[in-house]
């Protein structure tokens, strides 16, 4: 009987605090003056495409927060679509064969409002052929997204906490910059760039002379890439390079980061950290070379044609080595 009675006691409690907690939330949000007909965030949106008659040789685009869409289509004319809240509007203007793309905010919202409306709100670019000049986009904290292996001279690509997805084929350059927003590259470059403060950096069957890869505390990724040589540098996260091939040298840098390589081949490898522990499985032979302080090492007895060199200052080192081929990674 006394169990029951507490186990009802505290049902009570529950509720009560329940109700105290949506008559509070109720009063502070009529006391900044929320708007309560404005509830339902599909009433506040309206759908807008603007249709393009003019060559497009570059694109330029600036875009707040929601999420931004750069895709092919099979319409006659390119068109920008947009799906924003009563405040919001975008611009579209060309210019010397330039799409100028810009949304901006028309009126002041309260922090409330920002939470409900702003993250459906999406402009979608359609064009009608893949070839471009530049490609240019900026965002404070919008999603990115580059579909379609898009082609052009160069692209860049920035965002303050958005995240990235790309498909691109770019004949010289891609820039590619995010704060907290993780980046997802895939395609084709002469060389490829990206930095990341706390996002991750994940490089899919690219193909690539150089790519340049930072971050200070995300993961980095590489896998099924073929690459000519790359640089890969991280402070505290992790660093995976899977089943990658790089013709010429695979430079490796962290601090605290781990780093792990799984069937990866090139002329060289050349690994340093400081904490970090560094494993290998692989199923060839490498002339390897390693030096630690205070880490322990465990590496195959081999005599191959190319170096693998790491150094560590604490930091475990164990390359395995195993026949086949992981599909895994």
Not at 20 to 29: A, F, K, M, P, Q
Not at 134 to 144: G, K, N, P, R, Y
Not at 211 to 233: H, K, P, Y
Not at 277 to 306: F, I, R
Request: a negative charge; charged letters at 20%; aromatic letters at 6%.
């Amino acid at each position: 009987m006394k169990a029951k009675k507490s186990t009802k006691i505290w049902l009570i409690a529950a509720l009560v605090l329940i109700l105290l907690g949506t008559v509070i939330g109720t009063v502070c949000l009529k006391t900044v003056g929320y708007d309560w007909t404005a509830f339902h965030p599909d009433d506040r949106f309206t759908q807008e495409t603007q249709q393009i008659h003019q060559s497009i040789q570059d694109l330029d685009v600036f875009i707040q927060s929601g999420s931004l869409y750069i895709k092919l289509t099979a319409d006659e004319n390119p068109s920008v679509t947009s799906k924003l809240n009563g405040s919001s509007k975008v611009s579209v203007d060309i210019e010397d064969q330039k799409l100028i793309v810009r949304s901006e905010s028309t009126e002041e919202m309260e922090w409330y409002e920002r939470i409900w409306y702003t993250q459906d709100e999406t402009i979608t670019i359609n064009l009608t052929r893949k070839e471009y000049r530049e490609i240019t986009v900026h965002s404070q904290s919008a999603d990115i997204f580059v579909q379609d292996q898009l082609q052009c001279l160069d692209a860049n690509i920035e965002t303050n906490s958005g995240d990235v997805l790309c498909d691109l084929k770019v004949q010289q350059t891609l820039n590619c910059k995010s704060d907290s927003g993780d980046a997802e590259i895939t395609g084709t470059f002469n060389n490829l760039s990206v930095v990341s403060a706390s996002g991750t950096i994940d490089c899919n069957a690219c193909e690539a002379a150089a790519i340049s890869l930072l971050t200070a505390s995300g993961e980095c990724t590489v896998r099924r890439c073929t690459l000519d040589q790359a640089v890969l540098i991280s402070n505290s996260g992790n660093v995976f390079l899977m089943n990658t091939s790089l013709a010429d040298t695979l430079r490796v840098s962290t601090h605290s980061g781990d780093v792990m390589l799984t069937y990866c081949t090139a002329n060289a490898i050349k690994i340093g950290t400081t904490s970090g522990n560094v494993l290998g499985v692989t199923n060839l032979d490498w002339k390897y070379a390693v030096h630690t302080d205070s880490g322990s090492v465990l590496v195959p007895t081999s005599a191959g044609e190319h170096a693998c060199i790491v150094r560590t200052t604490s930091g475990d080192v164990e390359f395995l080595k195993q026949k086949g081929v992981s599909e895994n990674g």
